[in-house]
């Protein structure tokens, strides 16, 4: 099954630890994305990756870090310069055809405790 | 400015009846998509269908259809024959075809609950 996955589903840190969240597909899609979602909100860009070892800042990206070393992985960075972490974070991929309809994965919820 | 609005933060619907979802969207680009996403109480983001701005007719999707009224800047979601797994969250986005920075990037508008009645 093609899909986008994302891991762990919940996730706990402590203030002033940095914590990766993984997001892996296999849909062969170029680009990918990070989106923030924080409750009763829309969600907000924060990474996205058009291509292999490149990607672009997007609305939030402070406190924030990426890597995109692989087509089909893009892991999100939460570092300890990060305000208000806790929040539910999603990661989606497109094709970068005419629609570049983006897909989403399942989220990650992330508590600072 | 919001680039998405979504006025109706809740509504109601009995099932097997059509609903309404409203969006408002405020672009100056002459190309450009819009999305809608169901987000059930699961999290997951589920795209359901896509209009583009040059597309001459609305677009249909199984139960969803896209009012699409371009000189209005409204791209309203209707949903017909309601079923009680369609309450969820419904989210109306819309992207942009600027060149450089940001060209792939989709703005979300608020949301809309819906909650269907047996």
């Known amino acids: 099954d093609g899909g986008i996955t994302q891991s762990p589903k919940y996730l706990f840190r402590k203030e002033g630890q940095n914590v990766t969240l993984s997001c892996e597909q296999n849909l062969n899609h170029d680009a990918m994305y990070w989106y923030r979602q924080d409750p009763g909100q829309g969600l907000r860009l924060i990474y996205y990756s058009q291509i292999v070892n490149d990607f672009q800042k997007g609305d939030i990206a402070e406190g924030y870090s990426v890597s995109r070393e692989k087509k089909e992985s893009f892991p999100l960075t939460v570092t300890s310069a990060q305000k208000n972490p806790t929040a539910f974070y999603l990661c989606?991929?497109?094709?970068?055809?005419?629609?570049?309809?983006?897909?989403f994965g399942p989220g990650t919820r992330l508590t600072v405790l | 400015a919001q680039k998405i609005t979504q006025t109706q933060p809740g509504m109601f619907v009995q099932e097997k009846e059509a609903v309404t979802l409203d969006c408002t969207y405020d672009?100056?680009?002459?190309?450009?998509?819009l999305f809608w996403y169901k987000q059930p109480s699961s999290g997951e983001m589920i795209f359901l269908i896509y209009?583009?701005?040059?597309?001459?007719q609305n677009a249909t999707e199984g139960r969803y259809s896209l009012n699409f009224q371009k000189a209005r800047k409204s791209a309203n979601l209707v949903i017909s024959a309601s079923q009680l797994g369609d309450s969820a969250m419904y989210f109306c986005?819309?992207?942009?075809?600027?060149?450089?920075?940001?060209?792939?990037?989709?703005?979300f508008g608020k949301g809309t609950k819906l909650s269907v009645i047996p």
């Open positions: 209009q583009g701005s040059y597309d001459q």
């Open positions: 672009t100056s680009d002459p190309s450009y998509g």
């Open positions: 986005a819309m992207r942009e075809h600027f060149s450089g920075a940001g060209s792939y990037q989709l703005t």
């Open positions: 989606a991929s497109s094709m970068g055809d005419d629609t570049d309809t983006q897909y």
